[in-house]
């Protein structure tokens, strides 16, 4: 019958599922994270080198995860991710993390002189990604950086590996490089496109932004 599942594709939802809730535990998320920057180690460095390079003033990470760049920064610190169990037991004096949602965040407005956010944006459908860049623009100082890497559906349409990794994926809402820009272009002024090499099978890209005139510190925020 049409409407009948295919056994193969259930199996294969019902394990991701699984695996999926798996990740939500901290040691695991964090082991897996480890796992998964086997074979990356010069992509991430070249993550680490574009936040350091950027750190001033007051800074927020945005999708923090359970922190993993948290050690970059010694002070004047927010990270905010949605998932609480990531943020358990996080916080410092001088680091911050703070449970909330990027379409909506609770800072008020002009606070941050630097924003980034790493590979959170193909976890969120375009509407909620256009709410969360007006919120990060809010959330800026006017002469702040912003730094947003992420995933992009492969360029090349052949590309078996890279389209597999797409859909297995945690994040479900992998978009194509254009529609990303332009998605940026709304609220943001490029400074710098990069793409992250040795990320394949994933195809990272890092924008370096600066809010646009108007887009900083507009929000619904007091
Ligand atoms: C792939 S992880 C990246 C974590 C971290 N940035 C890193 O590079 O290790 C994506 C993170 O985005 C968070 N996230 C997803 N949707 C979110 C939302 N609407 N608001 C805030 N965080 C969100 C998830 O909980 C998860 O920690």
Same mark, same amino acid.
Do not use: W
């Given at each position: 019958m049409a409407s009948e599942r295919k056994p193969d594709q259930g199996l294969i939802q019902r394990l991701s599922r699984k695996i999926y809730q798996v990740l939500e535990i901290p040691f695991i998320y964090d082991l897996s994270q480890e796992i998964f920057s086997i074979g990356r180690k010069r992509a991430l460095k070249h993550i680490e080198r574009l936040l350091a390079e950027n750190a001033r003033g007051r800074i927020l990470d945005v999708g923090c995860g359970t922190g993993r760049? $948290? =050690?970059?920064?010694?002070?004047? *610190? *927010? @990270?905010?991710?949605?998932?609480?169990? *990531?943020?358990?037991?996080?916080?410092?004096?001088?680091?911050?993390?703070?449970?909330?949602?990027?379409?909506?965040?609770?800072?008020?407005?002009?606070?941050?002189?630097?924003?980034?956010?790493?590979?959170?944006? =193909?976890?969120?459908? /375009?509407?909620? /990604?256009?709410? $969360?860049?007006?919120?990060? $623009?809010?959330?800026?100082?006017?002469? @702040?950086?912003?730094?947003?890497?992420?995933? /992009?559906?492969?360029?090349?349409?052949?590309? +078996?590996? @890279?389209?597999? +990794?797409? %859909?297995?994926?945690?994040?479900?809402? +992998? %978009?194509?490089?254009?529609?990303?820009?332009? $998605?940026?272009?709304?609220?943001?002024?490029?400074?710098d496109v990069h793409h992250v090499d040795y990320s394949y099978p994933y195809n990272f890209y890092a924008f370096t932004l600066r809010p646009k005139q108007g887009a900083a510190g507009v929000g619904t925020r007091g």
């Open positions: 760049y $948290a =050690h970059l920064f010694e002070s004047n *610190y *927010y @990270a905010l991710d949605i998932n609480p169990k *990531y943020l358990a037991g996080k916080s410092q004096k001088r680091l911050q993390f703070v449970c909330g949602d990027v379409t909506l965040l609770p800072f008020k407005r002009e606070t941050f002189d630097f924003v980034f956010s790493i590979v959170i944006f =193909h976890h969120i459908d /375009m509407e909620s /990604m256009k709410k $969360a860049l007006k919120e990060i $623009a809010s959330v800026c100082k006017s002469e @702040a950086i912003v730094v947003i890497v992420d995933c /992009m559906l492969p360029e090349n349409v052949l590309d +078996i590996p @890279a389209r597999i +990794i797409c %859909k297995l994926d945690r994040g479900k809402c +992998i %978009k194509d490089r254009r529609t990303f820009e332009d $998605a940026l272009r709304v609220d943001f002024n490029f400074v």
